[in-house]
């Protein structure tokens, strides 16, 4: 009898812990997939782009308990982009973007997230950007509103940089593309 309240007992804790920890605060209407958005549970769709290495870190996260870890490689610019293109399903109208980044080395750097629009066949209608202040070693959030050009089907993102040196660190988070109103 008691060694089978003790199973029982073993057996509620093992499912909890085997329960996928739903550590996602980012708003319902983002238009990037949770992982993309939270990198909780993997690397969502951001690859490596020019000039770093990119991937999927716990650390002191923003959010939850994983970033966007950039380690620049090469002096002259770098970038991570999602690598899904034409991109997420997006609409016409008024929206506004975010992210959270910081940097973990001496050097103060900027990121710049450029949000791109694009209609049904993948054809970029409008680019617009976001640059976050000099970046420290202490999060900091950047956003701002953005209007979807009609035709809009589809929207990509990706991150930048101008400078660094190689070893240089950026880490992202919590990555937003809001559709106001759509909620
Ligand atoms: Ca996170």
Known sequence: MKRGRWNLLWLAAALTA????IIDHSPTSNLLDAESASLETGPGAWTAWYGVTASRVSTDAR??????????????????HLDNWPGFAASPGAHRASFWAR????????AEMRVIWRDSGGRELRAETLSSP???GQWVRTARE???????QRVSVEVTGAEGV?????????????????R
């Not at 953005?146 to 809009?152: H, Q, V």
Request: include cysteine; aromatic fraction near 4%.
């Open 63 to 80: 959010e939850g308990e994983a970033v966007l870890r950039v380690e620049v490689t090469e002096p002259y610019g770098w970038g991570v």
């Open 18 to 21: 085997c329960e996928p920890a």
């Open 103 to 110: 940097g973990t080395s001496e050097r103060s750097l900027v």
């Open 134 to 136: 000099a970046l420290s």
């Open 166 to 182: 190689p070893a240089n660190v950026i880490e992202l988070d919590a990555l937003v593309v809001q559709a106001l109103g759509a």
């Open 146 to 152: 953005l209007t979807a050009p009609e035709g809009t």
